[in-house]
């Protein structure tokens, strides 16, 4: 789609259209920290930081990066994937290519997800229950659509926090990066999904020091963590992160 005006129109329409509704009805906020691209700094910095206090994160994968750079960084190897998976992290899909989803055809997109679901699911990751980030957070109506058929959820980039509800095919984010460009700070959304008991979703890149304009630095992601925890929010990865909304809104309504 290359009309600049019907892909303006086609991205209010998907915000709009195409809604997969998750209620947010439980006794305790989550936090759920994902890496976009898993850059080897955010598999093994990263990873360490979540594993240091027990929890795990979910890192959105590129089949195409694999041993490549991105941003004049390392991106993860296969062995970085396979080490994250046995200490319990969630990979998740992130096109193969790396491309943005809303300037592809459906054919194009297709091949991109079939692509990275054959990676993924070479890797042992069940991909019937598999999660999705648009890269560049770039989405449209004909993109929302196929991926809210072949995902459990789908995550765009920026946003805020949920509370109430959640459109499962477009999750929204706060940017955790080294110089912030969210309107609210980390710490304000995070006091409010402790009291509001909402999902508050962390996204970033590598985990280095010093970081690139996308990423964090290892000692502010150990601090973003344990204000977490200290503020009484449960951290987990989004898959487990739904399996625990889901969980609460079937009791709720029991």
Request: one cysteine or more; proline letters at 3%.
């Amino acid at each position: 789609m290359s009309n600049p005006f019907a892909l303006r129109l086609s991205r209010v329409l998907a915000r709009h259209a195409l809604k997969n509704i998750l209620p947010l009805q439980a006794a305790a906020g989550v936090v759920s920290f994902t890496f976009d691209d898993a850059p080897a700094s955010a598999c093994e910095a990263g990873a360490q930081a979540l594993e240091r206090h027990g929890v795990r994160g979910t890192f959105y994968v590129a089949g195409g990066l694999t041993d490549q750079h991105e941003e004049g960084k390392p991106c993860h190897t296969l062995a970085h994937l396979r080490q994250l998976l046995q200490a319990g992290h969630e990979l998740g899909c992130h096109s193969y290519s790396h491309v943005r989803c809303d300037l592809l055809n459906q054919r194009g997109l297709v091949q991109e997800l079939d692509r990275n679901a054959q990676f993924l699911g070479d890797l042992g990751v069940d991909i019937r229950a598999l999660n999705f980030a648009y890269p560049f957070g770039a989405f449209a109506f004909g993109a929302k659509r196929i991926c809210s058929a072949r995902f459990r959820s789908s995550r765009i980039t920026g946003g805020g926090l949920h509370t109430g509800q959640a459109d499962l095919n477009a999750l929204k984010t706060h940017r955790l990066y080294d110089v912030a460009v969210d309107a609210d700070s980390y710490e304000t959304l995070l006091a409010r999904a402790a009291d509001q008991r909402g999902w508050l979703i962390i996204n970033t890149h590598d985990i280095e020091n010093p970081a690139s304009r996308f990423g964090y630095t290892p000692e502010r992601l150990e601090q973003a963590i344990s204000a977490a925890l200290a503020a009484g929010c449960k951290v987990l990865p989004v898959n487990a992160a739904i399996d625990y909304w889901q969980q609460n809104a079937h009791r709720a309504n029991a």
